[in-house]
């Protein structure tokens, strides 16, 4: 059985040649009225998000056209929708081919579909529809975003286009330091397994960050969210705050330990964070409540990839704890919901642009271990003991190889398992280093 819920309602898809669903209607200029624009709800999106996964090449989309469902409530119709526009931006990262882009846009109106008041679909596609040179539907999807109050739009987003440019050195000096910190063990919903050492974690990392004899931040540049302050809408705001705040020649660290989640049960990489207040529905009777109240794992990509201007960011992510499972048991973020770790796309996918390095705790079908005779997890442990070493002025390329020797090791002497920490970087990426003070060279820290 895959995804989260037992789906009983079985929905009836019809291809065309492209693989994914045609939307129709909803006034669109140049478009037949009546046709359908959607597989009606929330099992029809169930099908169509694993037919997508499932079966078809890049190239090919999907005509949906009719269901046999029972009907679904808005809600569970519009958490489907925004897993949709999540699917699309997964899809669509920046330089896509026009055939990728088109492939976003039957996407986004498949969203439309499912929930045509998000705002945030319409917006997206008028941006893709603009990039396609279909400036009528540009404009139509932009006026239909406005009308439903896009906060994407409100923030004026493209994540469609790089913030840095490939192979553009940055700059030799680093102006300031940006950080933000997010840790979270304790969970609103019982029925989310807790951690025991993630905001421990996070704690001890912004300590050494604002320590000023290594990270060398300044106290109030480093934000700190964790347990009941990381909720979704808490880390998005300080993700725009650090987009807001940070130049191109200053330096960004983010840091997110928590539960991370694939979109079913058997697919490998994080699709979604576990906030504090991510909701998996009654009795996990409802994937869509996950889908509507979880942090999206491709917001923090785009967030590093098409807002962040600096020219040095350093992101660290630990999403999949496995205390349980290092002792035989799940390994599950609460019945039904499958952990994960970040696939090697979506690492790559934050380290386009200049300057970008991203450390996760291990590989995507692995387990981020914890261990009570250490107090922490293994990567955070071991990625401090690395960046501690020459007073935190190694660069990442060269704190790397420690932390990845050190973390697979115990892993292996401790629980018998294997955990393997992995690095994706851009054009000077590995050149960080994130114990400089500001307003020195980028290599060298005044003492």
């Not at 499958?338 to 979506?346: D, G, H, K, L």
């Given at each position: 059985?895959?995804?989260?819920?037992?789906?009983?309602?079985?929905?009836?898809?019809?291809?065309?040649?492209?693989?994914?669903?045609?939307?129709?209607?909803?006034?669109?200029?140049?478009?037949?009225?009546?046709?359908?624009?959607?597989?009606?709800?929330?099992?029809?999106?169930?099908?169509?998000?694993?037919?997508?996964?499932?079966?078809?090449?890049?190239?090919?989309?999907?005509?949906?056209?009719?269901?046999?469902?029972?009907?679904?409530?808005?809600?569970?119709?519009?958490?489907?929708?925004?897993?949709?526009?999540?699917?699309?931006?997964?899809?669509?990262?920046?330089?896509?081919?026009?055939?990728?882009?088109?492939?976003?846009?039957?996407?986004?109106?498949?969203?439309?579909?499912?929930?045509?008041?998000?705002?945030?679909?319409?917006?997206?596609?008028?941006?893709?529809?603009?990039?396609?040179?279909?400036?009528?539907?540009?404009?139509?999807?932009?006026?239909?975003?406005?009308?439903?109050?896009?906060?994407?739009?409100?923030?004026?987003?493209?994540?469609?286009?790089?913030?840095?440019?490939?192979?553009?050195?940055?700059?030799?000096?680093?102006?300031?330091?940006?950080?933000?910190?997010?840790?979270?063990?304790?969970?609103?919903?019982?029925?989310?397994?807790?951690?025991?050492?993630?905001?421990?974690?996070?704690?001890?990392?912004?300590?050494?960050?604002?320590?000023?004899?290594?990270?060398?931040?300044?106290?109030?540049?480093?934000?700190?969210?964790?347990?009941?302050e990381a909720t979704t809408r808490n880390i998005k705001e300080k993700l725009n705050w650090l987009?807001?705040?940070?130049?191109?020649?200053?330096?960004?660290?983010?840091?997110?330990?928590?539960?991370?989640?694939?979109?079913?049960?058997?697919?490998?990489?994080?699709?979604?964070?576990?906030?504090?207040?991510?909701?998996?529905?009654?009795?996990?009777?409802?994937?869509?409540?996950?889908?509507?109240?979880?942090?999206?794992?491709?917001?923090?990509?785009?967030?590093?990839?098409?807002?962040?201007?600096?020219?040095?960011?350093?992101?660290?992510?630990?999403?999949?704890?496995?205390?349980?499972?290092?002792?035989?048991?799940?390994?599950?973020?609460?019945?039904?919901?499958?952990?994960?770790?970040?696939?090697?796309?979506?690492?790559?996918?934050?380290?386009?642009?200049?300057?970008?390095?991203?450390?996760?705790?291990?590989?995507?079908?692995?387990?981020?271990?914890?261990?009570?005779?250490?107090?922490?997890?293994?990567?955070?442990?071991?990625?401090?003991?690395?960046?501690?070493?020459?007073?935190?002025?190694?660069?990442?390329?060269?704190?790397?190889?420690?932390?990845?020797?050190?973390?697979?090791?115990?892993?292996?002497?401790?629980?018998?398992?294997?955990?393997?920490?992995?690095?994706?970087?851009?054009?000077?990426?590995?050149?960080?280093?994130?114990?400089?003070?500001?307003?020195?060279?980028?290599?060298?820290?005044?003492?």
């Open positions: 059985m895959k995804a989260w819920v037992w789906w009983k309602r079985r929905a009836l898809v019809r291809r065309n040649s492209r693989g994914i669903p045609s939307g129709f209607s909803h006034g669109e200029p140049g478009l037949k009225p009546g046709r359908p624009s959607r597989v009606c709800g929330a099992a029809g999106a169930v099908a169509f998000h694993r037919f997508l996964r499932n079966s078809i090449p890049s190239a090919v989309l999907i005509l949906a056209v009719a269901t046999v469902a029972l009907p679904a409530s808005a809600q569970n119709r519009c958490g489907a929708g925004k897993d949709l526009v999540v699917q699309a931006l997964e899809r669509v990262p920046p330089g896509s081919s026009a055939s990728t882009m088109q492939d976003g846009v039957e996407l986004l109106k498949h969203a439309i579909g499912e929930c045509e008041s998000l705002g945030d679909a319409w917006y997206y596609r008028s941006l893709l529809e603009r990039k396609l040179g279909n400036a009528r539907k540009a404009d139509y999807s932009l006026q239909k975003a406005r009308d439903n109050n896009s906060e994407a739009l409100q923030q004026s987003l493209d994540p469609f286009t790089l913030s840095t440019r490939p192979n553009i050195p940055p700059s030799t000096t680093v102006r300031e330091k940006w950080a933000l910190v997010v840790g979270i063990g304790k969970f609103r919903q019982p029925e989310i397994d807790p951690l025991k050492y993630a905001a421990a974690d996070a704690s001890v990392f912004a300590g050494w960050l604002k320590n000023p004899a290594y990270g060398r931040f300044k106290p109030d540049h480093v934000v700190m969210l964790t347990d009941t987009a807001r705040s940070a130049a191109a020649d200053d330096l960004v660290v983010i840091y997110i330990a928590t539960h991370g989640s694939s979109r079913e049960m058997d697919t490998r990489g994080v699709n979604y964070i576990i906030t504090y207040d991510t909701e998996v529905g009654k009795n996990m009777d409802n994937e869509d409540a996950l889908f509507a109240t979880a942090l999206p794992m491709v917001d923090l990509a785009n967030t590093v990839a098409s807002r962040v201007e600096a020219q040095r960011a350093a992101i660290f992510v630990d999403t999949c704890y496995g205390a349980a499972a290092a002792a035989g048991g799940t390994k599950l973020v609460a019945p039904g919901v499958a952990s994960a770790s970040v696939s090697n796309e979506t690492l790559n996918r934050i380290a386009q642009g200049t300057g970008r390095a991203v450390l996760a705790a291990s590989t995507a079908d692995q387990e981020s271990l914890e261990d009570s005779t250490l107090g922490h997890g293994y990567f955070t442990y071991y990625l401090l003991e690395g960046l501690r070493k020459n007073q935190g002025l190694d660069s990442l390329a060269k704190v790397f190889p420690y932390v990845k020797q050190q973390v697979s090791a115990r892993a292996e002497q401790r629980w018998k398992m294997q955990q393997t920490p992995v690095m994706s970087q851009s054009d000077q990426g590995g050149d960080i280093v994130i114990g400089v003070a500001a307003g020195t060279a980028a290599t060298t820290a005044t003492k």
